[in-house]
């Protein structure tokens, strides 16, 4: 099945793509957190995840044609 | 006398024109080690906790750590302390810049102002001489202006100077002291204490060198930091973005304050974001004393009514949320000149945007009306009114006399159930971090001694997942995530540590944005920076040590100025839940919170009244402190 990664802001960084999307086909039952290990952004990166629009963790789930928006980690300031 | 620091501070007393030079001890520096620690040392010898914070007898105290002016990343602070006009509460604000390192390498570690000169006057310290100066002139003047003028006077344009602007001279209680018209000493109302004591300037030129112990290890940790930090994803994303590149991962996960921290989401976040201030009006990247991480961003705006002066720098995440998402404003360039206005004023821009949405919400809810407002519609997302009320904020026009006291003392006076809306916590609003989708961050809230400050530790989210910034502070003891939204032991255990550890930052001179967990330096190399520095042999235990004997200083001086249990709260807000967004519905709850804090009295050593025990006092060598 198919997802797409959106990278946001300094993640982009990681990506070929100047506008930080990624397309990638994964398998049925893929978590978040596996999908992460793909792409090279260091662990922890990652600071808010959102699903389709809804705020998840790295054990979510995805399905076909599932978005996935990755923030960086935001520590204040 | 230990390397790192010159080994001289001077008191300067206004009222009488006389100058002392003081040369502590060996013990006192090693014990206080600068900055927050030496405020409140002086507070607490010298000022009585009953004392008016604008009146002759509080004294306005700068003070150096012993690692300010260290050629390495982020060491550039300096802390500015009295009590507080705000707050009635001990007072602290650092900033970075080039001020601290200038006034080390002129010959003093810190200086302590003290009494009320009758005349505008302005302190000008060239190496050995210290010359109090006619300010006449100066007086009325923005930032930009004096600067200029007092540069052309004594013939120098690398003079650096610390001043006030017109905020502080009208004692707006949360005017702020800013270098370099664009590094703030921004909270806690440090300004108008200047103000009070008709101090406009405080301008530097040093020639000398500061003394460290080993240079070539300083070297070394310098070199290791340049060439891992683009690697530290924090580290790079300040290089890339500044601080505003927080504005749209706040908003993505619900918590950027919005209409007054009633919601958690702003439609129009994009508009105001680090990536939109780059691609528009982002003139270069800047930054304070040898540093490479460069977070800083100048502005340049060229439009008739909003021109903006990239002299003034640009406006940082705090600042374009606070006139930004807090006001529903979504105007880029309305917010680069709100903060281009503020520090021509001299106005904390947290404050001063916090004051204008409190305004916004009294509207909305019939508190205030447009009379009151002399005919301007005071509503959310009216970017019309934002420059206009800095305005009168900054002169204590008409309506801007009442704000200017800080939003507490309005709602006082406005009374119709404003106090009901207040965001405050020992008088001081909230900075733009949400403590419903951090809770950590609402723990320092609330404990803080300088009020609602969301840099008393590293917030919750940088420990809530295994990961790089986790893993920063493992040599501090914390091993595990915590969930941002724990309120358990951990969660206390957690925040008591950095707390610690980020009191010894305002100790010494270091910015947060150096050191781990929001830099990239690891913990242990700090530690080498100071052995380095100082000669000692200094390990983290001591280091942790100092830090919380700061934060037991700082809470004595509160006790004997009266706060109680009771300020250490947060506001109704935050126990409501958000109304909009990704986290709508989250709350704190209430008795769950309070159980936190007094899980923290009990850890800290502290009674059920939050008051440190005797035996705490002890153990941290603070038997002369009486409470």
Known sequence: MEVTIQLISVLKRHCGDPAGKIVMTVDEGTRIGQVLEKIPIVKGEAGTIVLNSKLVQEDAVLRDGDVVELYPVMGGG | MANGYIGK?????LTTGEINIEKPDDLFYRTYIGGKGFIAYYLLKEVPADTDPLGEHNKLIFACGVLTGVPAAGMPRFAAGAKSPLTGAFGQSDAGGFWGPELKKAGYDGLIIEGKSPTPVYLYINDDEIQIKDAKKLWGLDTGEAQEAIRRENGSNSIRIAQ???????????????????HANGRNGMGAVMGSKKLKAIAVKGSGKIPFADENKIKGISKKFLEIYMNNPLSRGLYEYGTAGGIAGQNAAGILPTRNFINGEFGGAKNISGETMADTIIKKREGCYSCAVRCKRAVEVQEEGISVDSKFGGPEYETLAAFGSLCEIDDLKIIAKANELCNRYGLDTISTGCSIAFAMECTSRGILNKEFFE??????????????MIEKIAKREGFGDILAEGTEAAAKKIGNGAQDILLTVKGQELPMHDPRGKTGVGIGYAVSESGADHMRAGHDTLFSKEGFSLDSVKPLGILEPVDVYDLSSKKVRNF?????????????????????????????DVVELLQAAAGWDISLWEIMKAGERSINMARCFNIKA????????????????LKNGRQKGTSINKDEFARAISLYYSMMGWNEDGIPLRSKLGELNLDWVEI
């Open chain 2, 9 to 13: 501070i001077a008191r300067i007393n």
């Open chain 2, 164 to 182: 006030i602007g017109i905020g502080g001279e009208n004692l707006v209680r949360y005017s702020c002291i800013i270098n370099e018209l664009k």
């Open chain 2, 375 to 388: 005919g301007m519609e005071v509503t959310f997302g009216n970017s019309s009114v934002i420059l206009p």
């Open chain 2, 496 to 524: 008591i540590y950095l707390h610690d550890w980020w009191s010894f930052f305002d100790m010494a001179g270091i910015c947060d944005f150096g050191p781990a967990p929001r830099g990239a330096m690891p913990v242990n």
């Open chain 2, 562 to 577: 009266g706060l109680k249990k009771g300020d250490d709260m947060l506001p109704e807000r935050l126990f409501e839940p």
